[in-house]
């Protein structure tokens, strides 16, 4: 279903997404899963940054996927959450790129890659992302 997911957001059948995205999530609960739930959450998230399918918010699926994240303490989990939650933020706050709350996530972001061993991947992933 994950991997259904993401074809079928590549696709830009955002519908068909939604709903993989959704059973990947159901699966991964009954399989305790957590990296895999997190991964799904925060996949999920961003869906719906681009469109509205539910009452669900972005911010509520990813502070689920920050729990179960911090929990597991995988880096490159934790790196891709804060850039969903970077995204998030600098689409919602385009007037006001430099506010509070995105220098946090920043500095939130900083922690996670300095000095672990997926630094050099962290950093990569950062700059490459920022562009988008």
């Given at each position: 279903?994950?991997?259904?997911?993401?074809?079928?957001?590549?696709?830009n059948?955002i519908?068909?997404?939604?709903?993989?995205y959704?059973?990947?999530?159901?699966?991964?609960?009954?399989?305790?899963?957590?990296?895999?739930?997190?991964?799904?959450?925060?996949?999920?998230?961003?869906?719906?940054?681009?469109k509205?399918l539910?009452?669900?918010?972005?911010?509520?699926?990813?502070?689920?996927?920050?729990?179960?994240?911090?929990?597991?303490?995988?880096?490159?989990?934790?790196?891709?959450?804060?850039?969903?939650?970077l995204?998030?933020?600098?689409?919602?706050?385009?007037k006001?790129?430099?506010?509070?709350?995105?220098?946090?996530?920043?500095?939130k972001l900083?922690?996670?890659?300095?000095?672990?061993?997926?630094?050099s991947?962290?950093l990569?992933?950062?700059?490459?992302?920022?562009?988008?």
């Amino acid at each position: 279903s994950f991997f259904l997911a993401n074809t079928y957001t590549k696709a830009n059948k955002i519908y068909d997404a939604y709903n993989s995205y959704n059973e990947a999530i159901q699966k991964f609960k009954i399989n305790k899963d957590s990296f895999g739930l997190a991964n799904s959450l925060i996949s999920l998230s961003s869906i719906l940054m681009k469109k509205d399918l539910t009452n669900t918010t972005s911010q509520e699926l990813l502070e689920e996927a920050e729990r179960i994240a911090l929990q597991i303490n995988d880096t490159k989990l934790i790196i891709r959450l804060y850039m969903a939650y970077l995204k998030l933020y600098l689409s919602e706050n385009q007037k006001d790129n430099d506010n509070e709350l995105i220098n946090k996530i920043v500095d939130k972001l900083k922690k996670a890659i300095k000095g672990k061993k997926d630094e050099s991947w962290g950093l990569a992933y950062f700059n490459t992302n920022m562009g988008t």
